[in-house]
């Protein structure tokens, strides 16, 4: 019996799909195992301690998780703007990343949920996966014919680059394999150029130990070099992205984004559950909003406007003893040596890694005077 062809399947049940996505389609067994390339960044302890597929990677990794199914159907939802964004910003003003100015899984959830809709009416076996920890979702990227992986460690698809998102469908039936193509970054390293910290020196892979993007949504400690590096980024960074040829227009137009900007001073401000509503699609370990005021402190330390010293020492007092380092360590940056060790001396913690993130401080300002 001939396989079925995903995409007539879709239209003869009233599936409809904009420009925006691309299907694609690996026959099963496919015999795809990703999870000794999963173990070999977690030992290389190149994943810093990000969890996630990290978790379990000879289940996250596996490609043939099912017996029952035949086909795995991989969709994915291109976001690319039609214009480049400008990445300036005013004093005091920080960054939020193309990537996640807004909810850009949303669109590609409501069309899971059409399809699962489909498939219970049909009694089809199915088990879908988006931003899953269980599965790495781009196992099936390259067999079913959507592109290739590049040297950022993206997937690229010819068109709309790395602006995608993935979902993948484990189904019963047997559809229509998609034909591989023949796509490479070739001699391009633009990616790895754009990097503000060398994250991408490695061709094809990436130290998440040097990632903006990993630190701004950790609830580790961020190293002192990382938070010089952040710049004015409040979330997420992606320099790799907006380098990436395939995925940049032909045009010149740059406009400015108001979703890309936040003023860091009311992110600071603003009560955590507000915040939380705010930024509900952003990744906030714990959903505890207090790391996106310690991301908007090291933001406004590198992109201070004239209040910010009066600001910051104001807040310190009723701030938590997480903040409070943070906020000296903005106040240093900006120049305050005084005001520094005057907070200094007066800082008190239980918890051993703020004392010994204390001691640093303490130390750093000592040196400065």
Same mark, same amino acid.
């Given at each position: 019996m001939k396989d079925i062809n995903v995409i007539n399947f879709f239209e003869e049940n009233n599936i409809n799909f904009s420009s925006n996505f691309n299907l694609g389609v690996t026959n099963l067994p496919s015999k795809l195992d990703f999870g000794k390339e999963i173990n070999n960044i977690k030992n290389n302890q190149l994943h810093a301690n990000m969890k996630f597929t990290f978790s379990n990677p000879e289940y996250s990794g596996l490609g043939d998780k099912f017996e029952w199914a035949k086909s795995a159907i991989l969709i994915t939802y291109n976001y690319k703007n039609k214009t480049q964004p400008s990445m300036l910003t005013s004093p005091g003003y920080g960054q939020i990343a193309r990537f996640a100015e807004k909810d850009y899984y949303l669109p590609l959830k409501n069309k899971i949920n059409e399809i699962e809709k489909v498939f219970e009416k049909l009694n089809i076996k199915f088990r879908s996966f988006i931003d899953n920890p269980n599965h790495y979702d781009r196992t099936?990227?390259?067999s079913s014919g959507l592109g290739w992986q590049g040297k950022s460690t993206m997937m690229l698809t010819p068109?709309?680059?790395?602006?995608?998102l993935l979902a993948t469908i484990y189904v019963d039936h047997a559809f229509e394999e998609s034909k591989n193509t023949n796509y490479s970054c070739g001699e391009c390293n633009l990616c790895q150029i754009s990097c503000p910290t060398g994250a991408l020196n490695s061709e094809y892979k990436l130290d998440s130990n040097k990632c903006i993007s990993y630190w701004l949504q950790s609830p580790e400690l961020i190293?002192?070099?990382?938070?010089?590096? =952040?710049?004015?980024?409040f979330y997420g960074c992606d320099d790799c992205l907006t380098s990436c040829p395939p995925g940049q227009e032909n045009n010149n137009v740059v406009i400015f984004n108001k979703n890309q900007q936040v003023n860091l001073e009311a992110i600071i401000k603003e009560d955590n559950e507000k915040l939380n509503e705010m930024f509900?699609?952003?990744y906030i370990p714990k959903r505890n909003a207090e790391y996106l005021k310690r991301n908007a402190i090291i933001a406004l330390g590198n992109n201070p406007d004239q209040n910010t010293s009066s600001f910051l020492e104001k807040i310190y007092p009723k701030s938590s003893s997480h903040l409070k380092i943070y =906020?000296?360590?903005?106040l240093f940056k900006i120049g305050n040596n005084d005001v520094c060790q005057n907070l200094i001396y007066s800082y008190d913690s239980e918890e051993n890694s703020i004392k010994e993130e204390y001691e640093k401080l303490k130390k750093m300002i000592s040196l400065a005077k």
């Open positions: 099936f990227f390259v068109g709309s680059g790395p602006w995608q190293p002192y070099e990382m938070r010089n590096a =952040i710049g004015n980024k509900y699609w952003f =906020i000296i360590w903005a």
